[in-house]
């Protein structure tokens, strides 16, 4: 008698805590709309890389393009446009007229990378977290002796900015600037976003 009882009990309360927990649900949700996901938009976004001269002027500009959505499943964006360098390094040895030939190389990347991510609209704006990576050869200097390799004497030159951009949305929105260091020009990144019908 006394587990016919107990089980009873054990019952009661199991039914009593199911009606409880959801009339909690019920006022807690009474008068309170679910919350809905903000629709997805999509855009189409420009990235022109600028290299000005000394007088402000444009030198060289080259435009990458690609789409990104405010769906969390496509706010990424990434370009790469690079090549591969063969840096010299280690041993070398003397070819038929007595140059220095290196053996072997390491191999740099050099070129563009741009990443974008945490798209999303702020007071009709885009806002997101951009990296750019931007490297190249400066210019080969002459050898100080006759038989050196100019690429034993290549240097790398790299810009790279990390930062949150707010964009305005139809008009180029200069995002990163930078001085060159061997000369008086300098380099930007104009960022535009276009909305997609």
Not at 11 to 40: M, R, T
Not at 89 to 96: A, F, Q, R, V
Not at 151 to 175: D, H, M
Request: glycine fraction near 6%; include cysteine; hydrophobic fraction near 40%.
């Amino acid at each position: 008698m006394r587990k016919i009882a107990t089980v009873c009990w054990i019952l009661l309360f199991v039914i009593a805590s199911g009606s409880y927990a959801k009339a909690q649900d019920a006022s807690n949700s009474e008068g309170q709309p679910k919350a809905s996901a903000a629709p997805a938009h999509y855009f189409h976004l420009e990235f022109v890389l600028q290299e000005l001269g000394a007088d402000g002027k444009t030198v060289n500009s080259r435009t990458y393009t690609s789409n990104v959505s405010t769906d969390s499943r496509n706010q990424y964006v990434s370009i790469r446009a690079t090549s591969r360098i063969p840096i010299p390094i280690g041993p070398t040895h003397k070819d038929s007229s007595g140059a220095d030939v290196p053996m072997q190389f390491q191999y740099q990347e050099v070129g563009i990378s741009i990443d974008a991510r945490d798209t999303r609209e702020v007071n009709g704006q885009l806002a997101l977290y951009l990296v750019a990576d931007i490297t190249s050869l400066a210019p080969p200097s002459r050898p100080t002796n006759p038989g050196d390799s100019v690429l034993r004497e290549a240097v790398v030159r790299e810009n790279k900015w990390q930062s949150f951009a707010l964009i305005r949305l139809g008009k180029p929105t200069v995002v990163f600037t930078s001085d060159a260091l061997d000369s008086k020009g300098s380099m930007q990144l104009l960022v535009t976003a276009t909305p997609l019908q």
